[in-house]
């Protein structure tokens, strides 16, 4: 048999447009055509109704991602614009092969003779997702529900669409940029009117919120960044709201959260609350300690201040953790050449996995693109694209997206990070999001490399756990060990370890504020979709406002660019939720991160399933116990 080869992209400009709309029409009526054998299989083994099943969804697989993909990252507008028509239209098929009842018919009641384990376990999947569809409903219901699911696509496109076109800017004076590294200011030149642009891509807004000394500067730009995609979002977000509430209801759910979780590790919408709740509690003493000593800090630079905002948050922090424990930014920043970074994160994954990239000369989307290949000893297990600057009509943060479904035999595991990393100096936050991001994608590689059903492919789990290996690897750009081998400043020196010793002690002051911000995010992302309040804005603010101290800055409309709101709806909760897992699976290490049979162990049980089992099974086959709550407790308190 010959050994799957990775995608063949396109070579030439010309060839994209091609790519972005001939393959997946090409896929969807491939789906189509297995479809109609299912219904007309009457005498069909279970078996071969779930392996034709498995051809349609790899196909299925194939269209979504590479159209995904080239929506969010082509240069050229016209292959993005023919890439999210695909998206739509693969949306579309599956919604309307959800409520297809000749289809349900092949698959409901099935017997489970001769299937094993893996393959049950995919039955069942099918058969509860054909119901939470609404399959079973009557025919009325189901158009309507159609035609609620293709509507959600299109309104989640083009709340997405609006976010990555919405970059705006801000002209200030020179002077304005006081504090700001020296790279920072001379990649930012006066123009002729004597003023200086700032943009609200991620390389000018986080320098400015952690080193702008001016307060005004930080405002300034932050609520610039707070409108982004606003008011065109207004409008996309209340209708989409009121369409996901319809679904819920047409499906005898409570609310659309009650839908969401069904599949998920959290079973419900009563628990999302619960469980914000125990964040809560567990954060608000700890929090509001931290809170007076930043509002105590502010006060010297503003006598007047009368709270600390989100725009003095990370500015704040820096400060305090520069004056008390010695943790300079700027001079962290030093270490972290984004061009010793790259090769320092691949190295580190590639010796905690057992695994090796090799650079690949292959064709892109972009020049900027860097592809390798994914080894174990000579079996090739996958490929990885890395597109990581900023530019225009791009994915605007930072996120994994998968590229090919792996299937055992048949095809390679590709994914992509799309990220918008300074070429220069990162900010150690950076450097803790790239090791982020690539902990999704070596979970994708590794979870597609011996899968067999697409639908377990990769990181297709539970939803609430997907982040878990993701924030467990970004302890490792906090080890001064693993550091070492890669931080360097400009002289070749490495980071000292007592630097990283005092960053991880610093770490631990505003911890609980953080959480309250992410909890904030999670009560404004279950709030919308669970209460739907007519005044947004306001809805908002007060959300933000009870969740933490901090204050939000008055007047913004953060709900607009709120990218989650598509693909995690109601459940941003999964942060924390699967942070809770990540601090219990980093116990297992000890004191020794790259420990390598504690690694093994982990790759071999938790990361190499992929979807194959639930989650907590994953996580307890792991722990040798069940996951719980103590790590986390333990991690917010400081230790």
Known sequence: MTAPQPLALPADPSGWLAFASDRPDARIGRVRDI???????????PLARLQLWNEASIAIAEAASEASVLSEAHPDPAVREAAEARVQAIDALLSERALDPRLFAVFD?????????????????????????????????????????????????????????????????????????????????VDADGLVTLTTEYTDLMPVREFAERRSTRT??????????????????????????????????GDWADHETETRMIGSSAAIRSFLDRIADATREVAAAEYEQLLERLRRDEPDADAVTSADLWYLLGAVKRERFAVDAQEVRAYFAFENVLPG?????????????????????????????????????????????????????????????????????????????SRGLLEHDQVVTFFHEFGHLVHGILGGADAVWADFSGIETEWDFVEAPSQLLEEWAWDAGVLATFARNEAGEPIPADLVERMRVADAF?????????????????GLHVERPADLAGAVERWYRESSPVRPL??????AGFG???????????????????????????????????????????????????????????????????????WLAGA
């Open 345 to 421: 994160v691949l190295d580190v994954t590639a010796r905690l996995l057992e695994i090796s990239y090799r650079p690949v000369d292959a064709a892109a989307w972009h020049e900027d693109v860097r592809s390798y290949d994914v080894f174990r000893g000579e079996r090739h297990l996958g490929r990885i694209h890395l597109d990581l600057h900023p530019r225009e009509g791009k994915y605007n943060h930072a996120a994994c997206f998968g590229l090919a479904p792996g299937i055992a035999g048949r095809s390679l595991p590709e994914g992509v990070l799309l990220c918008n990393f």
């Open 220 to 253: 300034a730009l932050l609520s610039v960044y707070n409108d982004l995609a606003w008011p065109e979002n207004d409008p996309v977000l209340a209708e989409l709201l009121a369409v996901r509430a319809e679904r819920a209801e047409l499906l005898g759910y």
């Open 35 to 45: 479809d109609a054998q299912l219904i007309a299989g009457h005498d069909l083994s």
């Open 510 to 526: 505003g911890r609980a504020l953080e959480v309250t911000r992410q909890l904030g995010h999670a009560n404004v992302s279950y």
């Open 109 to 189: 009641g099935l017997t489970t003779d001769g299937l094993d384990a893996a393959a049950r376990r995919l039955l069942a999947r099918i058969q509860r997702d054909f119901r939470r569809g609404g399959v079973d409903r009557d025919d009325a219901t189901r158009d309507r529900l159609r035609a609620l699911a293709e509507r959600d696509t299109a309104l989640s496109l083009r709340f997405s669409r609006n976010i990555r076109d919405g970059r705006r800017e801000l002209k200030v004076a020179p002077d304005a940029l006081a504090g700001l590294p020296q790279d920072f200011i001379d990649a930012h030149p």
């Open 554 to 559: 008055p007047g913004g409309h953060t709900y």
């Open 564 to 634: 989650h709101l598509t693909g995690y709806g109601a459940c941003y909760y999964t942060y924390q939720w699967s942070l809770v897992i990540a601090r219990d699976l980093l116990s297992a290490f000890g004191d020794d991160l790259m420990d390598p049979a504690v690694a093994r162990r982990y790759r071999e049980r938790v990361l190499e399933p992929g979807g194959s089992r639930d989650a907590a099974d994953l996580v307890a086959d792991f722990l040798g116990r069940p996951s719980s709550f103590d790590a986390y407790r333990d």
